[in-house]
């Protein structure tokens, strides 16, 4: 917005003047939504809130106030809902943990000793129950007209093929089995599979390069790997079995070979003939999988064995490995999917994130289908062939319940209402929103144009770690405040603490953290407890800290403001600068980096890299590109950085710490906010960066 002054300075008036009168409308429009917003409690109708699971404010209270007071007894009645093959000990307490490291390591355990199945919880039950005639998955292909269904029955007999090829060639419980599969119907399928088997996944979202994909390699050491031979997206062709054959060579340098790649051949994107293929390790999965039994034993597992993992940036080093277990997890899932949306029987649901990610695990694959829901599994973009292909598949399914991320509304609001309003959404009754504060204008679009003011938005916050929703609202239960994931989940006590791990009272601003686990929490770092500890439990003792900071208002809503780590959200993906930085100073020009994040328009935050380049060579275009590049092959195209700042130095203290307050600060444009330069080492080069800003 402050562009317009620098123009002035550097003389460009008549750009100056058109870019102030930009900053000016945008400046008015958002002062008519915040007037919207403070006007505006947006409460669900009558007639929704008399259908609705919770139906009162009272109502919550009571369930949440027994959720904390006796948390044992209020998830041991949810349990009994489900399938246990063998019951927990309700003679011991349900639960155990420990959050404060003063007090000896970190654990958390609920109902340890039963011994259950998701997989079994989330498909056969229902079929048991007669329901294996009614739809699982709808998949809806990248190209119009490509569209698939699978019965509760069909998805069964299909997991059970899968897990008996995983055990044909010698999977067994607590292997670890990578997945890096578009989003075909076959992704869930294998997931179910290995949940089966007892196996613990580890979905790799198929936008990661082979370098990603092999790190996590490296670290969880899969017995097998499962992929495709390449998607459509949008227009593009991703030839995904390339990249798992260089991240496999990778590995295979660094001494560990994986045995098995199986494919799903993906005529639609790619021939066989053409995609790249290793004799005695490859095979396709349409030559295999449909020669096994459609029925395959389940294997009973403990509450607390591992489900599943899947990898997430810090602030600092390597990507983590989130482990999470069986009893808990599903709890979390099922529950917090029933009541969040509202569920009830003959909804159709549509999540659009990719099973890459946390909220397809839990909201695309095991929540929904824990509750015998029909999913929508969509393989392409939302703007592909054009930007009413939501509202087309809204439409085409009926979807009644639909779930996206802040980045998708923003995007989509810029394409024009007409896309949206040729559709009917009639269907729709509660809309959702993860991964990233909602701004209010956003948030306006989605409930006035996409919903016809007629449907609650759940805006659900949550973490890969957490496993599960935890601050959200329920849509019948209490108004919403647009930009505001307002209260705790059942069983959820939220604390926000001051910079000392002092617990606050009512309104104030500050960490948030949890001081009692909830109970899909991740139970370890795969590998690294210390880590795990470290990261999460020792900032605060006593609390799990989430690393986002957060307001309480006098309602005592929650305003979740962002990461306070040096992680970044762009487009709902979590980066660590660290990692980008890594990746940045592989190229053999880049002598160091510096990577903050900036107010980005559609996603949220953008990436900003101040880059130093080695003696003696000089800035170029073609330079910006090989870095921007580097970053995509290293990690993946969704974190190629969006601006590439020349620095021929960084702002460090005397003791060589880049103060990237400053950094965040010339990358926002805030130049008359720099605060304090005097404590750096070379005060100076902080001109020499405001002057190499745009060049
Ligand atoms: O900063 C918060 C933000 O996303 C982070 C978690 O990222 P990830 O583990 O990738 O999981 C994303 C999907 C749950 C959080 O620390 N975040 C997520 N949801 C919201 C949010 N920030 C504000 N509002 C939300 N609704």
Redesign the pocket.
């Known amino acids: 917005s402050r562009g317009f002054e620098l123009q002035r300075r550097a003389g460009n008036f008549s750009k100056a003047a058109a870019l102030e009168r930009k900053a000016i409308r945008a400046t008015a429009v958002e002062a008519e939504v915040e007037q919207w917003t403070a006007d505006k409690l947006i409460d669900a109708s009558e007639e929704f809130k008399a259908k609705a699971l919770i139906k009162s404010r009272e109502q919550y209270d009571e369930m949440y106030k027994r959720s904390v007071e006796d948390p044992d007894g209020f998830w041991s009645d949810i349990a009994s809902e489900f399938h246990w093959e063998q019951k927990w000990d309700s003679s011991k307490p349900a639960s155990s943990w420990n959050l404060d490291v003063r007090k000896g390591p970190i654990y958390v355990e609920w109902f340890k000793g039963g011994k259950t199945n998701i997989a079994y919880n989330a498909v056969d039950r229902h079929v048991k129950a007669g329901r294996g005639g009614e739809t699982a998955i709808l998949w809806e292909g990248n190209d119009v007209g490509r569209d698939r269904k699978l019965t509760f029955q069909q998805l069964q007999d299909e997991v059970c093929q899968v897990a008996n090829y995983l055990r044909s060639i010698g999977v067994k419980k607590g292997d670890s089995v990578t997945i890096y599969m578009p989003m075909l119907a076959e992704l869930p399928v294998t997931m179910l599979a290995c949940m089966r088997i007892g196996a613990v996944h580890s979905v790799v979202f198929a936008g990661f390069s082979a370098d990603s994909l092999a790190g996590r390699m490296m670290d969880s050491k899969p017995r097998v790997v499962l992929t495709c031979s390449a998607v459509r997206r949008g227009n593009k062709v991703i030839g995904l079995k390339e990249i798992v054959d260089k991240a496999a060579d990778i590995c295979s340098k660094q001494g560990f070979d994986v045995e098995r790649v199986l494919v799903y051949d993906n005529e639609n994107a790619i021939s066989r003939e053409k995609t790249p293929w290793k004799d005695g390790r490859d095979e396709w999965w349409q030559d295999r999988i449909p020669s096994f039994e459609t029925e395959s034993p389940v294997e009973w597992v403990d509450a607390e064995d591992p489900s599943f993992m899947l990898y997430?940036s810090g602030s600092t080093g390597k990507p983590k490995g989130v482990l999470h277990t069986t009893g808990g997890y599903m709890l979390g899932a099922a529950t917090s999917f029933k009541y969040i949306f509202d569920y009830r029987p003959g909804d159709v649901y549509w999540c659009t994130a990719d099973c890459g990610?946390?909220?397809g695990h839990t909201y695309l694959t095991y929540g929904p289908l824990l509750n015998g829901a029909s999913i929508v599994v969509f393989e392409g973009v939302p703007t592909y062939p054009d930007a009413g292909r939501c509202w087309e598949i809204v439409d085409k399914y009926q979807v009644t319940l639909f779930y996206t991320a802040p980045t998708a509304i923003r995007a989509l609001q810029k394409s024009g209402n007409s896309f949206v309003t040729k559709y009917s959404r009639k269907s729709l009754r509660v809309l959702g929103?993860?991964?990233?504060?909602?701004n209010p204008n956003a948030w306006r679009w989605y409930y006035e144009v996409v919903g016809d003011s007629r449907c609650p938005i759940v805006?659900?916050?949550?973490?890969?770690?957490t496993g599960s929703?935890l601050?959200t609202p329920l849509p019948g239960a209490w108004p919403q405040k647009p930009g505001s994931?307002t209260l705790p989940f059942f069983g959820v006590q939220p604390a926000v603490v001051d910079e000392n791990g002092r617990e606050q009272d009512g309104p104030c601003s500050g960490y948030l953290c949890m001081k009692a686990p909830p109970i899909s929490l991740m139970r370890t770092l795969y590998g690294d407890q210390e880590r795990y500890e470290t990261a999460y439990f020792a900032p605060f003792k006593g609390f799990y800290f989430?690393?986002?900071g957060c307001r309480r208002d006098e309602d005592g809503y929650y305003w979740?403001t962002?990461?306070v780590d040096d992680?970044i959200?762009v487009s709902?993906?979590?980066i660590g600068t660290a990692e980008v930085e890594s990746a940045l100073v592989s190229h053999s020009m880049c002598a160091e980096a510096a990577v903050v994040g900036y107010d980005h328009e559609i996603k949220g935050q953008g990436i900003y890299a101040f880059v130093t380049l080695m003696e003696g060579v000089d800035y170029s275009d073609d330079l910006r590109r090989q870095l921007v590049t580097t970053v995509r092959s290293e990690i993946g195209a969704f974190a190629a950085p969006d601006v590439i700042h020349w620095a021929p130095g960084l702002p460090k203290t005397r003791s060589g710490k880049i103060m990237r307050r400053i950094l965040r600060k010339i990358a926002a444009n805030q130049l008359d906010e720099l605060g304090d330069t005097s404590t750096l080492a070379e005060p100076a080069v902080v001109d020499q960066l405001i002057e190499l800003r745009g060049k």
Do not use: F, K, Y
Request: a negative charge.
């Open positions: 997430t990610w946390i909220t929103s993860v991964g990233e504060p909602i805006d659900t916050w949550w973490q890969t770690e929703i601050i994931a989430s690393g986002d979740l962002g990461r992680v959200n709902g993906h979590r």
